[in-house]
């Protein structure tokens, strides 16, 4: 057989397998990409990667694999939008895994998410207690979209017909004790403004601070390399005296 031939029947055939093997694995080993996306990562990552030490095979085989991944990867993403049966294939659907407050147990179970995956999302949405959720909804890329209910979620400006000043981004002025002059000079401050703020708040040396920013009110917003707190909330599982492994 022809090699192009073979490399052309072996791109198509490892193209399906591995999409196959992705979609059986479920939304949350995608980690923020689609799956036509993790698909062509794997594959032409791996291509790209014998093509540089598989020093026993001409360069033209592995080049012309990559350009029929590419090939087959364009076909497929125009059919999805010719297609929206195909299109779902693809890209996966939307899955509702809360609801009212309930976790949707068998969603949950068919794309292989676990409680951990949904509750460490739910966190970097501001929800915190899943009581508090109206909906949760994975998306195909494998991210979460979340809806509060409507007494747990924050009040706007808005919402009570007032009117907000500007709030820009905060100046980084401080980075791992390091200064941001730029930054400082952009603010028409200077470092003895600095230091004196930092006196303000009881911090002695420059050495002590690890961040430091300035909000466009003008409140310095101050971290130190040692925080004094009396107790931090432990989110693992471990028993109390239990080491980390």
Known sequence: MNPYLEILIRAAGAFAAVFFVTRMIGKSAVGGLTIADWVNGIVIGSIAASLVVELNEPPGYYIFGLLVFMALTI?????????RPLHK????EPTVV??????????????????DDLTSQLRQKNAFNIADVEYAIAEPDGQISVLLKGQSRPVTPRDLNLSTPYQGVPSELVVDGVVIKQNLEQNNLDEKWLYDELQKQGIPSLKEVFYASLDTDGNLYVDQRRDDLEYIQDITDKLPGEKSQ
């Open 75 to 83: 076909i497929a993403e125009w059919a999805g939008t010719k297609h």
């Open 98 to 115: 809360v609801h009212n407050g309930k976790i949707m147990e068998s969603n949950m179970h068919k794309m292989r998410f676990t409680i």
């Open 89 to 92: 294939v693809l890209t996966d």
